[in-house]
């Protein structure tokens, strides 16, 4: 059995963003909305005459924009914010699976339960149906993060 602990800070947030959204759907602007807003935004102000409608389209295409463009530092204010920021997980890893909890969130995972393993640069991200975990590569030492891979090919 591996045992471990480490604390839910700022950088730790930040480095479960980098490494784990790239495999997420909102890895890529969304080109389309944001151009399709500004089209029926154009489309209203200038043929249909509708100024307060094609201006709150292009304010919305705006929106989307810089909401893409701070999506990194808004979601880890957002994990700061939380009750859970701050405190210690600790992350316990048996021939059954995977056990983390902290004062306020536990999760457990058995080994049949996790569909796939993705090694990323600092940590992995385990799947498990549609969610994924991510456990940095500082928690763990070698032998355990051996013993992951070893028993997800199982």
Known sequence: MFHSEFTLDKQY??????ESVSFSQHHKPKYG???FLLILGSVSHYLLEQAYLGN????LAVIEGVSFYYRRPWWVARQMLSRASGSKVVLEISEQGINAHNPYRAFQLQW???????????GI??????YRQ???RQALDNEAYAFIF?????
């Open 13 to 18: 947030f930040q480095e479960c963003f980098d």
């Open 33 to 35: 909305l944001i151009g």
């Open 56 to 59: 709150f389209l292009f304010v």
């Open 112 to 122: 049949q339960d996790i569909d796939n393993v993705i090694e990323t640069e600092k």
């Open 125 to 130: 991200l385990l799947e498990h149906g549609k």
């Open 134 to 136: 991510y456990i940095s």
């Open 150 to 154: 070893q028993q997800t090919k199982k």
